[in-house]
Nanobody, 115 residues
Framework: VQLVESGGGLVQPGGSLRLSCAAS????????MTWYRQAPGKEREWVAT????????KYADSVKGRFTISRDNAKNTVYLQMNSPKPEDTAVYYC?????????WGKGTLVTVSS
């Protein structure tokens, strides 16, 4: 099983950035996919989740209306579109795949929001 995040980097407040998480080694279409983040000196926090079958989405209040989670089952990839990011969104972003009783994590990608 492998999850590889990409797309992180430096972005200005009010800009946009799209993160990707490429998955392999399991049936991606059956997995619930989730983005988390961990800011320096803080605990990891949940950002957004997309279900496996219906594609239903849920968001943390802190990102609702600004971030969008989506998935492409043909490409085994989940995305996080970050619009109007704020300095407080600076963190390492991780994706997690939940398949049955198992959770798999990527190694993360760093997003820095700064002018």
């Amino acid at each position: 099983v492998q999850l590889v995040e990409s797309g992180g980097g430096l972005v200005q407040p009010g800009g946009s950035l799209r993160l990707s998480c490429a998955a392999s080694g399991f049936t991606f279409s059956s997995a619930v996919m989730t983005w988390y983040r961990q800011a320096p000196g803080k605990e990891r926090e949940w950002v957004a989740t997309i279900s496996s079958r219906t594609g239903n989405t849920k968001y943390a209040d802190s990102v609702k209306g600004r971030f969008t989670i989506s998935r492409d089952n043909a490409k085994n990839t989940v995305y996080l579109q970050m619009n109007s990011p704020k300095p407080e969104d600076t963190a390492v972003y991780y994706c997690k795949a939940s398949v049955g009783f198992m959770d798999y994590w990527g190694k993360g990608t760093l997003v820095t929001v700064s002018s």
